[in-house]
């Protein structure tokens, strides 16, 4: 088997730690009392730098679509692993608070049907049509390829961006199917055209990632200093996914991963944690635990009055959480490998 492209596998574990820091952040931090004061400022200037992650993920599965060699059992195996980290952490919950409810433990045990973590139900469902959708793109020619990015842009980014939601055609702000396949589109395109966005240097995409970041902050502070279209309830305008601002800054820090992958850097590290990073987000954003996890589990609430220790001790737990659930991830592959599990899945493919 071929060595995966370390570039890309820590992009993973960078994006991955983004969405940990990011949660970190929103549990603690984020409109937290007075407005705009250091702690609220400090959630959203660290939401600022981090809200990419999920669509560099998008960017990634549209960057390696091709017609050959997609394996539907690598959709199937992450679904049972939802399932399993759902359900284990909920009983779990319910051995320590003594609790049980019915219908609580349902939505636990059906996590992509009852939509208990969205990414995971979007994933499901996009991936299992990719291999469909991919055969229409590959008939399309460069050019037209361009101009369906720029409709799918208007509609479903620059509208989404400046017009109420309720008045836009995905109220979901990007929560959903049809942003990760917008995204999906633009990887493939940035894969097509590679060769334009190598003729930059990686320093070139970093500095266009940081005033990205500045301008998406800058927004929340002078929506809500200003009170530009209600304030606090309009201050994450510019932090959706979908929106304009953000999907520039993933965009450039993506084509900034292309540039050094040209390198050909392999890292067995780097490869082997990225292989289970997945673990971070269902062990650490499972809903039982997203809050929780953050405001009694760890001491970041100790620090919140010591900005900059805060901002530390919040980063390096959240590298110790991505670092613990990986480590658990691979006690339960180890397990997983013992029963066999993955050689069932994997004839899935052969139907």
Not at 150 to 177: A, C, E, N, P, R
Not at 234 to 252: D, E, H, K, L, P
Not at 322 to 346: F, G, T
């Amino acid at each position: 088997m071929k060595e995966r492209d370390s570039t890309f596998e820590g992009m993973r574990l960078i994006a991955m730690l983004m969405i940990i820091w990011g949660h970190c952040m929103m549990a603690t931090a984020k409109d937290q009392l007075p407005y705009l004061g250091t702690l609220d400022c400090i959630g959203w200037g660290v939401g600022a730098f981090t809200v990419c992650a999920v669509n560099l993920f998008f960017l990634l599965t549209g960057y390696f679509l091709n017609n050959d060699g997609y394996r539907i059992s690598t959709t199937v195996y992450n679904w049972i692993k939802t399932i399993f980290y759902s359900s284990m952490i909920y009983i779990v919950y319910c051995i320590v608070t003594q609790s049980f409810v019915t219908k609580e433990c349902i939505g636990y045990f059906l996590p992509i049907l009852t939509k208990k973590y969205w990414y995971m139900q979007t994933y499901v469902v996009s991936t299992l049509l990719l291999p469909f959708f991919v055969k229409g793109l590959g008939k399309l020619k460069n050019r037209q390829l361009t101009v369906m990015i720029g409709i799918l842009v208007m509609f479903f980014s620059l509208h989404q961006t400046f017009f109420k939601v309720q008045y836009t055609l995905d109220q979901t702000q990007g929560y959903g199917f049809i942003w990760a396949y917008v995204m999906y589109i633009i990887g493939y395109w940035l894969r097509r055209n590679e060769e334009i966005i190598i003729k930059k240097s990686v320093w070139f995409y970093i500095g266009l990632y940081v005033l990205a970041s500045v301008a998406i902050f800058c927004s929340n502070y002078f929506i809500v200093k200003w009170n530009i279209a209600g304030g606090v309830t309009s201050r994450g305008n510019f932090y959706a996914y979908n929106s304009v601002t953000v999907m520039m800054q993933s965009i450039c820090l993506f084509c900034g991963f292309i540039k050094i992958s040209k390198r050909n850097i392999r890292n067995k590290m780097i490869n082997s944690l990225a292989s289970n990073c997945l673990a971070g987000y269902l062990i650490s954003s499972h809903p039982l635990l997203l809050y929780p996890l953050w405001t009694e589990g760890l001491p970041v609430n100790r620090y919140i009055g010591k900005p900059i220790l805060y901002i530390i001790i919040s980063f390096m737990l959240s590298v110790i959480v991505l670092l613990v659930s990986i480590l658990i991830d691979k006690i339960v592959e180890k397990i997983a490998a013992r029963l066999n599990i993955r050689k069932y899945i994997n004839k899935v493919d052969d139907i």
